[in-house]
């Protein structure tokens, strides 16, 4: 199960005796096991410290973050997260960055290396399981970070603009290969992006930002029919719509 649950939530920061800022404000929002969500909103509206709170990277002031009922104190191996930068350790090869979570985790490492195989073979790496970050794209990187953040068999796995550093083309194919893993997987992702065309082109529900203090403007269920058409007309019309929205909200700040 992948079901987040996240209630009432607000975070704010403060120094010394000056008003607080706040990042988000009473946030309430269910997303469904399995279901694939984009969060969209202009810049410093906290959709990634929404994600770390759910990641348990980050702590809420006010309010609660629930993973299948449980509510989430800490970062734990039910949750994978996969950042913006590759984060990989430069000094470990493919396989050894993949293996290092389960093998904190207690796993023997002849398991850990059979089942860091199969997740090497789904991202498309088998053949550069021996090699080292530096000899590897951006876009090589972040499917090894993938693939190390799905060793671990979360039920959730948290995306903050994956894609963001990438080229267009390595980006969109690497989109479509995130949605064949999601299927796949039967995974719930929830994923940041500044991208309106690649939130239309992923997601199941679109979570639609205000500016600082960052709400829930919008929840924006896609019923597209997959694989989607990038240019289809359906996807044109809810793209200006988005867009135009977002401006709006950009120009508030």
Not at 128 to 156: C, D, H, T, W
Not at 207 to 230: F, Q, T
């Amino acid at each position: 199960m992948g079901k987040v649950t996240v209630k009432n939530l607000s975070r704010w920061f403060a120094k010394d005796k000056n008003e607080p800022t706040f990042a988000l404000e009473d946030i309430n929002l269910e997303i469904d096991d399995k279901e694939f969500v984009c969060f969209v909103g202009p810049s410093g509206c906290g959709k990634t410290t929404l994600l770390r709170i759910i990641s348990g990277l980050d702590m809420p002031n006010k309010g609660e973050v629930h993973l299948d009922g449980q509510k989430i104190v800490g970062p734990g191996p039910d949750r994978g997260m996969v950042f913006q930068e590759y984060s990989l350790f430069p000094w470990k090869t493919v396989i050894e960055n993949v293996i290092f979570g389960p093998l904190m985790g207690g796993v023997k490492k002849k398991d850990a290396v059979a089942e860091a195989e199969k997740y090497i073979e789904l991202v498309g790496l088998n053949k550069f399981r021996s090699s080292y970050p530096y000899e590897l794209s951006g876009g090589m990187k972040q499917r090894v970070a993938i693939a190390r953040a799905l060793a671990n068999e979360p039920s959730v796995l948290l995306m903050d603009e994956p894609f963001g550093a990438l080229d267009a083309q390595t980006r969109n194919i690497l989109q479509q290969e995130l949605l064949e893993i999601w299927k796949k997987k039967h995974i719930t992702i929830a994923f940041v992006t500044h991208s309106v065309d690649e939130a239309v082109f992923l997601a199941d529900k679109i979570v639609l930002m205000s500016a600082r203090p960052g709400k829930i403007k919008e929840i924006i269920k896609l019923d597209l029919p997959r694989p989607r058409e990038r240019t289809s007309h359906e996807a044109n019309i809810l793209r200006d719509r988005i867009l135009k929205t977002l401006i709006k909200e950009q120009t508030k700040e």
